[in-house]
């Protein structure tokens, strides 16, 4: 008979002052790690964009090891998830500490408290310009994606960033889910200039990873950051992302890494009761 265990579950609105804004993510501390499965399976009953689960390391350079998971699968780097496990260990496991370090596929990341928001330290992906969207048909492809035509592409890795005239645009989007998973496993970032109260704009959508359209999202940061630091001229950066919920970011790009800053609010608290294996 499988045994069942009880671990610490926390519920955080990440890149938001305002409890049900910003990008909810689960956090989950660990003593020592579950099996795939049922990290899986924790995070698809979550059913939020990201679970974060992070356990003790024996590594000099890092406090903790961090995962994510959406619903579907474990992702590479996730931002809003990041943020929100330095809340939960800053604010409930270490009162008085001023940084956290995490070991992860995206490499050491520290979340560092930052007046009343917190700080966390990513790596830069610089996106490059592309001709048109990979495996489309020109600009009937991107209609039946986006619902409206980008202006330009840019790929940033896992994610493909798409350009709009204004800020309206970007809001005003309908996307074809469907399409865009017929693009394989990657990210799109709908971006477009500020409209005065911020320098830049974005909406994302991961429906390749059971995220359709993610609220905030820390790492699609890591590519417009640089992209925007980039066409404006400057390193400090001020963001919306302009989903339903919405979330504002403090940016700052230096070389090869991205300084992203928000606040977190804590909504949840408990313990959640999972099988040791499945």
Not at 225 to 230: I, L, R, V
Request: aromatic fraction near 8%; proline fraction near 6%.
């Amino acid at each position: 008979m499988t045994r069942t265990i009880r671990i610490p579950f926390l519920q955080v609105d990440a890149f938001t002052k305002e409890p049900f804004k910003g990008n909810p993510a689960a956090v989950c501390p660990l003593d020592a790690w579950l099996p795939d499965p049922v990290l899986q399976a924790i995070a698809r009953e979550n059913n939020l964009s990201e679970t974060a689960f992070f356990v003790p390391s024996d590594e000099d350079d890092a406090d903790f090891c961090l995962r994510w998971f959406t619903p579907m699968t474990e992702v590479d780097l996730c931002g809003h998830a990041t943020l929100a496990s330095g809340h939960a260990i800053l604010s409930n496991l270490r009162d008085k500490g001023e940084a956290v370090r995490f070991s992860s596929q995206a490499g050491i990341l520290i979340v560092t408290k930052d007046g009343d928001r917190l700080s966390m330290d990513l790596p830069a992906r610089r996106p490059r310009a592309l001709e048109a969207l990979p495996d489309t048909n020109g600009e009937a492809g991107a209609k039946e994606a986006f619902g409206a035509v980008p202006s330009a592409y840019f790929s940033g890795g896992r994610d493909i960033l798409a350009l709009f005239e204004d800020a309206q645009q970007v809001r005003a989007l309908k996307p074809d889910f469907t399409a865009l998973k017929s693009f394989g496993k990657r990210g799109f970032i709908a971006t477009a200039p500020g409209a005065g109260d911020c320098d830049f704009v974005s909406r994302c959508f991961f429906p390749a990873f059971g995220v359709e359209e993610d609220p905030v999202t820390g790492s699609a940061h890591c590519v417009s950051a640089p992209f925007w630091a980039d066409r404006l001229g400057k390193s400090e950066l001020f963001a919306r992302q302009i989903s339903q919920r919405g979330g504002e970011l403090w940016l700052s790009v230096a070389e090869d890494r991205v300084h992203i800053s928000g606040h977190c609010v804590e909504v949840i608290a408990g313990e959640m009761s999972v099988p040791e294996s499945l």
